[in-house]
């Protein structure tokens, strides 16, 4: 091996360092992402069943009565 093949060569590695920690970097911001996104799912949905509930006792007369004569 010469001088500029080791140059190339470590040139090359270096740039796919680069790159490794790039897609490490953009993985970690998806990660993030997605974690934050259902967090906020879950908290809607306790929400929502929390307002659910709320309605069901409200309305406790509904439901009561079956039409038989239809």
């Given amino acids: ?10 040139t090359q590695m270096s740039a796919a360092r ?16 997605q974690g934050s ?6 908290q809607s949905a306790a929400q929502s069943s929390a307002e659910v509930a ?8 509904l439901g009561q009565n079956i039409d038989v004569f239809a």
Avoid: E, F, Y
Avoid at 1 to 7: G, L, P, Q
Avoid at 54 to 61: D, K, P
């Fill in 1 to 10: 091996m010469d001088v500029s093949s080791i140059a190339a060569l470590a």
């Fill in 18 to 33: 680069t790159q490794q920690a790039v897609g490490v970097a953009v993985l970690k911001m998806a990660l993030d992402q």
């Fill in 37 to 42: 996104a259902a967090l906020a799912l879950l």
């Fill in 54 to 61: 709320q309605l069901a006792s409200n309305t406790s007369n």
